[in-house]
């Protein structure tokens, strides 16, 4: 489990670099093909196409929540004046037109289906930040603790009923299909984070890896998947199609996470947002966490007693924080969140070949899976 | 403001009997017609139609939060036996069903979207008790209280994304309408909260009944509007159809809020199911409460310096209550709030003649109304 270098799909280098059946992903690279769309070009392009709908929609809720909405987005500061702010990466959105032009739909025509599951991304954040008290996201403090729990609540609510009400007012054939999907996709996620909740709870020594790699599907996969079906489903894919593109998604979408998880750990805070070991302060369960704790090393024990240590003790929480990342990294937690992070993206390169055969209209849904996999920390 | 009986729309006579345009409704028995169905029996044969589905639906959700809905909805107990405990009185999907068969609709169409509406309801109340840091609901202690702030506000978000699904899986061509409308209405719904808990920030001076009667129409009437509302689209009503009946909930809704209102402050525990006096112990701004403090009588100035005490001091919460509600009372605000909801009935009347201008037709939607608002306490 911990062994980074005899993976299925594909192994990690010292160098972080991530080699998937023989190609290798480095940062800054174009996708494994070697030719095709830029994912960087993609995310742009998305952001353009699909955040005017995104700010007119916002622009509808009323009053007291659209200042919250705009806040969360980074699009006002807290006082309501205009913020060039980023509202993220845009991934989830550049996966549906993506995945629309894939299977030979117009990515312009899914515009309204891109936005829905970007709301909805975004109602999830809001209520999650609540639930599990974060306070900073995107650089700048998360929403409760400028307005409040209930505005915070209330607009998470407000949104996903934004997202519903775009899919329930586009023309477009496949919107129904879309909306239904997509509200199944919301109870998974609620499944997920209740989940990752219930987990937290416990004692680090009460979690499998399994459990919090099915939490990490709810809680993450299931969107990227959701995004990648919708866009199949205003493609006017067959379900199958459909099905497979949503697998392809939610395994690339676990590669995601275990990234993710690991720039929790080892990531520039400049880059994420974060206080350095912030995971590690907060005694979080992360996976490359949970899987060192599996492995039956020393570093493993060690691991353990440093998160059963209540925070506030002797030893300040950096010190503490970097002393569990040694942990973490000693007992192969680094190595087997990269090596799986690997052999998940090669599992949803197979799901997008059995969707997509033609590697040429595949190009851009693999540039983004891999672009969000070789994040650079 | 606070005159009793000089009311345009009706009067409210001493025994608590409501007058509207001449017609006298009286507790226990049938609408104003004199004829046409009970609403207790649309109340009884909408439970038969709508619970089978609904509880279809919830078993739907994934285990963990299908057993929070199932505590709410009075089926389960904390520990997931069954219970045969009531889930409301369903005057929501009474709404939606009597609207379609008004319109000369089929009322079995309609009930997935009854459903939703109900589904919608609770999630709003699940959120709600979280914020409101409400303890008791139907005689029971709130989800949050008992399974925590994130599993109800979880459970809430996957009933919201539960209606929604059940509209866009319904085949009937008003679905989209009604999904984009329900949609809409949340927003609604959250804007009305938002204001809600404004105002319970706010001094008692420093609210008016303007205000308390603009956040009541977002926060309820929106809801029933909006059940009279889908009824009609389900019919393949005209939209100024659909207008007025939803202005026709509305205007019931409103009644039956300060209906609500009266009964919170002067109602029987054992049929509320709150503590008596709760809402004046909690120092709620409710419109009987508003409407006494702007009376400018001396009564007003008493219960504005009762407000104003801090609980906890050397009278008793229930000695504290007693002299409020009686301050109310001697201000006017339960003679105005008793003409007002006669003055809302008899708009809301008004707006129901103009969708169904056919008594007979209109006849059940009526019952419903006044059903509401002739609720003994």
């Not at 998470?156 to 477009?172: S, T, W, Y």
């Not at 919107?175 to 996620?189: T, Y």
Request: charged share 25%; with cysteine; net charge negative.
């Amino acid at each position: 489990m911990t062994d980074a270098t005899t993976d299925t799909a594909g192994t990690v280098d010292t160098a972080g670099t991530v080699h998937v059946e023989g190609r290798i992903l480095e940062p800054g690279r174009p996708g494994g093909t070697g030719e095709g769309p830029e994912a960087a070009d993609i995310l742009a392009s998305t952001r353009k196409l699909v955040d005017p709908e995104l700010r007119r929609a916002i622009e509808t809720l009323p009053g007291s929540l659209r200042r919250v909405a705009l806040y969360h987005f980074g699009w006002e500061y807290a006082d309501g004046t205009p913020a060039a702010g980023s509202a993220g990466k845009a991934i989830r959105p550049a996966l549906v037109l993506t995945a629309a032009r894939a299977l030979g739909g117009d990515p312009a025509g899914a515009v309204r289906a891109a936005a829905a599951v970007e709301l909805v991304h975004n109602f999830t954040l809001l209520h999650d930040d609540v639930m599990d008290r974060d306070t900073t996201r995107r650089h700048r403090p998360t929403a409760w603790t400028v307005f409040g729990d209930a505005d915070a609540i209330l607009t998470g609510d407000a949104l996903q009923a934004l997202a519903q009400r775009m899919l329930a007012e586009d023309p477009h054939p496949g919107a129904p299909a879309a909306a239904a999907r997509l509200a199944g996709c919301v109870m998974e996620l609620c499944a997920g984070q209740h989940a990752d909740c219930a987990l937290e709870r416990r004692g680090p020594d009460e979690v499998t890896l399994d459990e919090c790699l099915a939490t990490a599907e709810a809680k993450t996969g299931a969107l990227l998947g959701c995004a990648c079906a919708l866009g199949a489903v205003y493609a006017g894919a067959e379900l199958d199609e459909v099905d497979s593109l949503d697998g392809f998604g939610r395994e690339a979408g676990l590669a995601f996470q275990l990234i993710d998880d690991v720039i929790g750990i080892w990531g520039d805070p400049h880059r994420t947002g974060k206080p350095a070991g912030a995971d590690l302060a907060a005694r979080k369960k992360s996976l490359p966490v949970v899987a060192a704790l599996a492995s039956g090393t020393p570093a493993a024990a060690e691991l353990a007693e440093l998160y059963d240590r209540p925070p506030g003790g002797t030893e300040s929480a950096p010190e503490h924080a970097a002393r569990a990342a040694l942990a973490v990294e000693r007992a192969g937690g680094r190595d087997w969140a990269q090596a799986h992070a690997a052999d998940r993206m090669s599992r949803a390169i197979g799901q997008l070949a059995v969707a997509v055969p033609d590697p040429e209209a595949a190009g851009g849904l693999l540039a983004l899976a891999e672009f969000v996999t070789r994040r650079t920390y």
